[in-house]
């Protein structure tokens, strides 16, 4: 079943996601089923975050998170982490025009401690140069735990109700919300529509309190495979059960 495009730029009665968020799963798979090593699918992978980011962006989307590295990637194969940890230096290499050109600033969300340094800086330079856009955030959820998120929220909060900045009854939504790591992409915290592809239909300890409320879209597709088309389909699907809830 394929839907025709829609343009909800123009609509603004659509009531479309401001924050859609991505796991995008199926890379290996994708390279293992054409008799390629892994890196192959990862490599593919990356031109399907450029085709979403742009459609995204035509989209009138505020946030689109991309889910590209999870503090559990650590355990696979060393060669794969090393080349995993290149893809941002190679990504913003080939794109940072273009994000440019839409308008598009780059964030990223994670845990920078064991991120090698090189990509560090490839990371920083893209968000210095495009920090200015003031169209859609390409957030890249990178080296990210959501569970290691809320523990140092925990542990920020602890510190500052023990230096009698705060007072353990004060503790509310906001507060911790202010302290989880999406406090960079506010007021947008809170994901509308999370996208998994390549069947799987697991959150995977990814935003786990700011998908307190996201309607979820899973695809069959492997990511390589993902198109704006794909994307627009979810859009389609995500403001089609909206209009059903605003008619009871
Ligand atoms: C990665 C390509 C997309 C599919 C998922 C796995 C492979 C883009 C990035 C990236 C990350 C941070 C950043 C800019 C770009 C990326 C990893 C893997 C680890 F600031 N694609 N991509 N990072 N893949």
């Known amino acids: 079943m394929h839907q025709a495009p829609i343009n909800m730029v123009e609509n603004e009665e659509t009531n479309a996601p401001a924050h859609v968020a991505v796991i995008m799963d199926g890379n290996g798979r994708w390279a293992e089923r054409q008799g390629k090593a892994r890196k192959f699918g990862h490599q593919e992978g ?48 080939r794109f940072v025009p273009e994000l440019q050109e839409k308008n598009v600033r780059v ?4 845990f920078e401690e064991k991120v090698p340094t090189s990509t560090r800086k490839a990371i920083q330079k893209a968000m210095d140069q495009t920090k200015d ?21 925990t542990q920020s909060l602890c510190e500052r109700a023990l230096n009698g900045e705060i007072s353990i009854s004060e503790i509310n939504e906001e507060m911790i919300e202010h302290h989880l790591l999406t406090q960079s992409i506010a007021p947008y915290q809170d994901v509308d529509l999370l996208i998994r592809s390549s069947g799987e239909q697991r959150l995977s ?27 627009d389909e979810a859009l389609l699907s995500y403001i089609n059960r909206q209009r059903r809830y605003g008619a009871v």
């Open 133 to 153: 856009n003031d169209g859609m955030i390409l957030n890249f959820a990178f080296n990210y735990g959501s569970r290691a998120e809320i523990v140092r929220a």
């Open 46 to 93: 990356m031109e399907a975050v450029r085709r979403v980011t742009i459609r995204a962006s035509e989209r009138g989307i505020k946030v689109l998170t991309l889910y590209a590295f999870s503090t559990e990637n650590w355990k696979r194969p060393p060669q794969e982490v090393h080349f995993l940890m290149q893809l941002p230096i190679r990504f913003f290499d």
């Open 107 to 110: 964030n990223m969300i994670g």
């Open 205 to 231: 300890n990814f935003l786990l309190w700011q998908n307190a409320y996201s309607e979820f879209y899973f695809s069959d597709l492997l990511w390589p495979d993902f198109t704006g088309d794909v994307l």
